[in-house]
């Protein structure tokens, strides 16, 4: 695994005054160099401080060596180290495979947050799952929403599943810490080549 974290003297503070600055600052980006359970962010110094941030943002390009023929495994996070039962990560989300047939709501809640579908190697060992996710409010005394979407091929390639899903952490806490990693009902690792970028969304300090 390589690990790289921006902890430079952040480039929006010009003479100690928080200008402007870019919409999104790159605070890391791992890209695995072998297989991996799971992968974690988290909050350190300079750019990398979350404490500066109104939210973050994660794209993932993963895939995982789960030999099964459905790429509808899930990839959860965990915030501050919180696997606080059943109860803690409450979801509903929304997709769709493109057979025309197969749009549904579904609500639960689980002990981490469902931010992605991912793609196994038992659909291709070539292909890779694609999702965004936006956690908000990363500093606010209130729980913390999460919004993702996310795209992959399934049975083989032979449709696509498309799934939008809304989580909240039943938390108040500020989040200082993330931990990312797969959930098929057993031990399963991301592969080499899958990729996690982490993004900082700054206040508008202008106008």
């Known amino acids: 695994m390589t690990t790289t974290v921006n902890t430079d003297v952040p480039a929006y503070i010009v003479d100690g005054v928080l200008t402007d ?3 999104w600052v790159a605070l890391s980006t791992t890209v695995l160099t072998g297989d991996a359970n799971s992968v974690t962010l988290t909050s350190s110094t300079g750019a990398n401080d979350w404490s500066q941030y109104m939210d ?11 030999s099964g023929a459905s ?18 990560y409450p979801f509903q989300r929304y997709y769709d495979s493109g057979s025309g047939s197969a749009h549904a709501q579904y ?7 469902y931010i992605s579908n ?5 659909v291709g060992a070539d292909e890779f799952g694609g999702s965004i996710t936006r956690i908000a409010d ?27 899903c809304g989580v909240f952490w039943k938390n108040t806490a500020a989040i200082n810490k ?26 508008r300090m202008v106008s």
């Open 56 to 66: 973050l943002i994660i794209i993932m390009n993963t895939n995982i060596d789960y």
């Open 138 to 164: 990363i500093n606010s005394g209130k729980w913390k929403t999460v919004m993702s979407h996310m795209a992959c091929a399934t049975s083989n390639a032979s449709y696509q599943d498309i799934t939008v």
């Open 118 to 122: 991912g793609i196994s190697d038992g």
């Open 107 to 113: 609500y639960g809640t689980y002990d981490g947050a």
């Open 178 to 203: 993330i931990q990312i990693y797969a959930d098929v009902g057993g031990t399963y690792n991301f592969v080499a080549d899958s990729r996690f970028d982490l993004f900082g969304t700054l206040p």
């Open 71 to 88: 790429a509808n495994y899930n990839i959860k996070a965990r915030f501050n180290d919180d696997a606080g039962g059943s109860n803690t």
């Open 21 to 23: 600055g870019e919409a």
